[in-house]
Each structure stands twice: as structure tokens, then as C-alpha cells.
């Protein structure tokens, strides 16, 4: 499982659990520049994330008959590389709300002005992007508590990313496109209609271009980017144990 761009394990809610109530094990491992402090991800490439889970998956695979991967936000994205770079065949994929566009109504319109930031050299480690309302959540109660905890520092999600960790994304964002035709295995897309950070039109591209002969979306109606702590996290988490469950499609 891989979380998304400044963010742990909690990115997936009481999912984790989920998946070992029905004789799963799970592996979350934390991303290069992330646990620690946001600065951290200045240095980090898409690089140094790939090459993490490569080594994980590679790892694993020589373990256990099937590996699944699943993945949130920048996780999602990052899941595609992988699955694309392993040939992975021994396995299902699960998407949810892949930023493939960061076209959803929650944007700045100054956020284009992104790319000319991108070429004044050093600029894009200075400048600090921070996480605002509403974090992904909908549901007003669940934000409130990530609002405090947020405040309080207490380590559930960094308060800002810097802006190189952003460019790292939109490099990630090019270069899934070109990988999704690799992808082979089963697949399922969850994403909510109401995304605030990345509209329905990703996942509908994803579920397009994908080359797997079988893909299942599911759209949301009632969350934002982070379904997983969301007002449908239940139909999330119910959607995705059937999938992980379910024969084997392709064989």
C-alpha cells in the first residue's frame, strides 16, 4: 500500500486493517523524505521513490504467489509505475484518486505559474506549498479532527510540502501517461466526482489507457480526494475487499 505526497499509512484509514481481517498481509512502507520533516522531500526524485518500491515489491514477490498493490493520491500514481516497470502480472492493481490531472475545483488559477517557478534555479526548494482546507475531506467532522492534528504536529500528515515535491509529481504525471499501456494486470479505479485536487477525468483516462483487458471503475458521489477517510470510506474499503477477493478474470 502507498500512501500520497506528504502523508503515512493513515492516508488509508481503517483499510490496512481491513485487508488483515480477511488473511491479508499488508506492507505500507514509507516513502524516501516522508516520516520525518517536510523539508525533507527537497531532495527527493521520483527516482528515489521507484526505487524503494521496486526493491519492496521485488522483495516480496519472491515471498508470497500474488502481490496486490494499492495506492492513494501520488500513491495511486506511483502504483502505475511499478506495476508498468515489474511487468506485474502476479497481482491486482488498486487506484484511488490518481492525480493524473490537477484540474479539480479546489485549485488556485494561479497554480500554472507553477512551470515558470520551476525554471528559476533553487526557487522550488524555498517556497512552501501548504496543505489547506479542505484536506481532501468532505465530511465536517473528520476535517475538524485533521485540522487539529494538523496544528497540534501530530505526525498523521506534514502541514506543507516544498514546491520541489510538487514538480516530482507533475514529472510523475507525464510519465504515468506513458506507462499506463503497460499495465496488464486486473485493476480497479475508485474516485469521487467531487474531487477537489484532481477531477473524474483522470480516472476515466487511467481506466482508458490502461492496458489491462480488465478494469473496473467505481465513481463516488459523496467525498473528496481522500475517499479512504471520507464520507464513503466504508463503500471504499467494501469495494475493495470484494475486488481483492474476487476469481481470478484474466486467467
Not at 527537497?42 to 528515489?48: F, M, T
Not at 509529481?169 to 510519465?175: I, K, Q, S
Request: glycine share 8%; charged share 25%; hydrophobic share 40%.
Amino acid at each position: 500500500m502507498i500512501h500520497g505526497l506528504g502523508g503515512t499509512r493513515h492516508d488509508f484509514g481503517s483499510l490496512d486493517r481491513k485487508f488483515e481481517q480477511i488473511g491479508c498481509d499488508v506492507y505500507l512502507p514509507s516513502l524516501p523524505g516522508h516520516g520525518s520533516r517536510p523539508d525533507q522531500l527537497s531532495g527527493v526524485s521520483l527516482r528515489d521513490y521507484m526505487h524503494l518500491l521496486s526493491r519492496t515489491y521485488r522483495d516480496l514477490i519472491t515471498r508470497y504467489e500474488r502481490v496486490d498493490v494499492a495506492g492513494i493520491s501520488m500513491g495511486a500514481l506511483l502504483a502505475v509505475m511499478l506495476s508498468a516497470r515489474e511487468r506485474m502480472t502476479r497481482g491486482r492493481l488498486i487506484l484511488l484518486s490518481p492525480p493524473l490531472f490537477l484540474d479539480g475545483w479546489g485549485g488556485s488559477r494561479l497554480r500554472p505559474l507553477r512551470y515558470l517557478m520551476y525554471c528559476v534555479p533553487g526557487l522550488r526548494h524555498l517556497i512552501r506549498v501548504p496543505e489547506g482546507e479542505p484536506f481532501g475531506i468532505k465530511n465536517d467532522r473528520i476535517r475538524n479532527l485533521i485540522r487539529r492534528a494538523l496544528q497540534k504536529g501530530s505526525g498523521v500528515h506534514y502541514p506543507y510540502v516544498p514546491l520541489a515535491a510538487i514538480a516530482q509529481v507533475d514529472w510523475m504525471r507525464f510519465a504515468v501517461k506513458r506507462a499506463l499501456p503497460r499495465v496488464a494486470c486486473e485493476t480497479l479505479v475508485m474516485h469521487s466526482e467531487e474531487d477537489e485536487v484532481t477531477s473524474i477525468r483522470s480516472a476515466e483516462f487511467v481506466c482508458e489507457h490502461l492496458g489491462s483487458r480488465d478494469v473496473t471503475l467505481v465513481r463516488l458521489t459523496d467525498s473528496y480526494h481522500m475517499i479512504t477517510l471520507d464520507n464513503e470510506r466504508i463503500t471504499v474499503a467494501d469495494r475493495t475487499l470484494a475486488f481483492v477477493q474476487r476469481p481470478d478474470m484474466l486467467t
